[in-house]
Structures are given as structure tokens and as C-alpha cells.
């Protein structure tokens, strides 16, 4: 509905929420805060003005960047709870806007001041009745004539003055409580990015993994090389054996070639003794050592790894919660 303007609005209808006007109150300079807005850690507001001058007052000793008071790193403490605030090195500008808390103070001064010649607003019905009452009922400021012989006649009204007062009261209310809310918002938003920060920095469980994957990887190093020298030793041995018997069989064979050729001679001597003295030679010659069956298997050097390889499959992260680090169910065991 369009209301045509008559006379000057009352007094009161102009002034503001105490409430909400408390919550914009910068604890230092005890002004409505002026932007840029910070949000200290412990969830208080200040002007970054103000939070300079603060930190300035705190630390006298510490030199100023350029022209501009802005310091990088040190501490203060929050005005309103004496909370420790630490600095990064970005200094003040290391503090986080209070966006919200800046677009109400836009809002708020965007409120509108109305001036003394402004009229008050008149009835379109009853251009020489201004709204004065609020129907409840239709919910819709009109006039007194409206009510009395208009189409509000039957409806229940309220002075405007006080469902003025009353709305904007409660406005104003939900206005601070959404201030207050929005520290408890900052507080979460806090917390989720340590939250973030913590879960980002796993290079400390990423080290502590590598670790323990590397002892595992010295061991079976270390065992392999056991275990082939060991099969070395063995190999080295059997062979020095077989390449014995094979020089001693060689010189055997030599001596028996010899032997053959002294008994074919002997066929042709004449003497008995000499006859029977060579044919002595050769029997003492012809004992000859072997290898016993099977002596060349390496049957026995194999490992049965699958019970190792199931267990080394099985291994997972100490912990209650299953992630799907793994196709297959949570493994019961734990690796210390």
C-alpha cells in the first residue's frame, strides 16, 4: 500500500536499537567499529585501528613497518577478556575480517535519519487522516477513520507507535542474536581449519609409516642374503666334492691307462713273479669312489612364503575404525 505524506513523524519513531547499538560498540575506542573489522581468537571484535594501538601500547620497544603502525608478530591481550592474542607474521593484517559484523554496520547506517520538515504519512482512503494505528488483522497501518467507518472497522488494531516500537525492538533483538551467533560461527570455523591444518600435516604418520615398511624391508633384505649364502655355502660345497672326485677319477683313469699298458706288456713276460707283481697292481687300482644317489638335488633350499605374504597382506593401521584402506574385511593384526 502507497501512503501519501502529510505532517512531521513523531520523535520517537527515529531512535535506535540499544541492543544491537551495543553490540557495534568497539571496546577501545567505545565507538561504533569503523573497517575494517578483526575477529581476535578469542572472539571479540575490534577496530584493526584500535587493534594496532592495543598492540602498539603493548609492545613500545617494537619497530613499525614504513609509515604505517602495522607490526609483524608479537602479542597482546584482548581488551574485553584478557585473552592472549598471538601474531603471525603478518601482524594485524594476520587477523581475520568480521564480514558480518561490517555489512550490519553498513546496513544499520544505512538507515535512513529523517529530517524535522519531513511530513507524516497520510491515509490514501482519507487524505486528511495520517496513519496513526496498525491492523492486526490485516496486518496494514491505516487510520482511525479506516477503523471507525472503513473497511478495518471490524478488525483488531494497535497504535502504531507501539507495534512500531515492538517490531523493531524485536528486530533489533534478532540482529544481536545474530551477532552473538556469529561468534559462536567464528569459534567452529576456528576450529575446523585446525581441525584442517592438523589432518593436512600427516608428514609426521607418512615418516613413522615409511619407517616401519623400511625395518621390514631390512629385514627380509637381510634374511635373503642369509639364506643365499647359506644356499652359496652348500652349492660351493657339493661342487668342490664332485670337481674332487672328478681330478682323482682323471688320474685314476690315468693309472689304469698305464696299468693296461704294463699288463699287455706282462702277457709277453716271461717270468712268473714279475707276471703276478702286475697283475697285484691293477686290482689295488681299480676301487672307485661315487656320489651317493640323489647328491645333486637342491630340493631341500625352497621357502614357503604364502603364510609370510597372507600376514605381510593382512597388516593395517592400529586403530578401531575401518577406512577402506583394504577390498577385504578389517585384518585383526596390529603392527607394533
Known amino acids: 500500500m502507497n501512503f501519501p505524506l502529510g505532517r512531521k513523524l513523531l520523535p520517537g519513531e527515529t531512535g535506535p536499537n540499544e541492543s544491537l547499538e551495543k553490540q557495534l560498540i568497539c571496546p577501545i575506542c567505545l565507538e561504533m567499529f569503523t573497517k575494517p573489522v578483526v575477529i581476535l581468537p578469542c572472539q ?11 598492540f602498539q601500547a603493548s609492545n613500545p620497544l617494537w619497530q613499525s613497518r614504513g609509515s604505517a603502525a602495522v607490526s609483524a608478530g608479537g602479542r597482546f591481550r584482548c581488551p574485553s577478556c584478557r585473552h592472549e592474542v598471538v601474531l603471525d607474521r603478518h601482524g594485524i593484517f594476520g587477523l581475520q575480517r568480521n564480514l558480518l559484523v561490517e555489512n550490519i554496520i553498513d ?13 507524516q504519512v497520510m491515509c490514501e ?4 487522516e495520517k496513519i496513526n494505528i496498525y491492523c492486526l488483522s490485516c496486518e496494514t497501518p491505516t487510520c482511525s477513520m479506516c477503523k471507525v467507518f472503513g473497511p478495518h472497522r471490524d478488525c483488531e488494531v494497535a497504535p502504531l507507535q507501539v507495534v512500531y516500537d515492538r517490531q523493531k525492538t524485536e528486530l533489533g533483538d534478532r540482529i544481536a542474536m545474530l551477532v552473538a551467533g556469529n561468534d559462536r560461527i567464528q569459534a567452529v570455523i576456528t576450529q575446523l ?3 584442517g591444518r592438523t589432518i593436512e600435516n600427516g608428514r609426521r604418520q607418512k615418516e613413522q609409516l615409511c619407517a616401519r615398511f623400511d625395518v ?3 629385514v627380509l633384505e637381510q634374511r635373503k642374503k642369509e ?4 644356499v652359496s655355502r652348500e652349492q660351493d660345497s657339493k661342487l668342490g666334492r664332485v670337481r674332487t672326485l672328478i681330478r682323482h677319477h682323471g688320474d685314476h683313469l690315468e693309472s689304469t691307462a698305464k696299468l693296461v699298458e704294463a699288463a699287455i706288456q706282462s702277457m709277453e ?4 713273479a714279475v707276471f703276478l707283481q702286475v697283475i697285484t697292481d691293477a686290482a689295488l687300482g681299480s676301487d672307485v669312489e661315487q656320489t651317493e644317489p640323489g647328491y645333486e638335488s637342491m630340493a631341500r633350499f625352497v621357502i614357503d612364503a604364502d603364510p609370510i ?14 577406512f577402506g584402506c583394504h577390498p577385504g574385511p578389517a585384518p585383526i593384526l596390529i603392527w607394533k
Open 125 to 128: 482512503e482519507h487524505e486528511d
Open 309 to 322: 605374504v597372507s600376514v605381510l597382506r593382512a597388516i593395517n593401521f592400529q586403530t578401531g575404525r575401518w
Open 107 to 119: 546496513i544499520y547506517k544505512q538507515e535512513p535519519v529523517r529530517p524535522k520538515s519531513e511530513l
Open 44 to 54: 571479540h571484535n575490534l577496530c584493526r585501528k584500535c587493534a594496532n594501538d592495543v
Open 227 to 230: 639364506l643365499v649364502e647359506c
Open 193 to 195: 581449519e585446525g581441525t
Open 216 to 218: 621390514l624391508f631390512d
Open 269 to 272: 713276460e716271461p717270468q712268473m
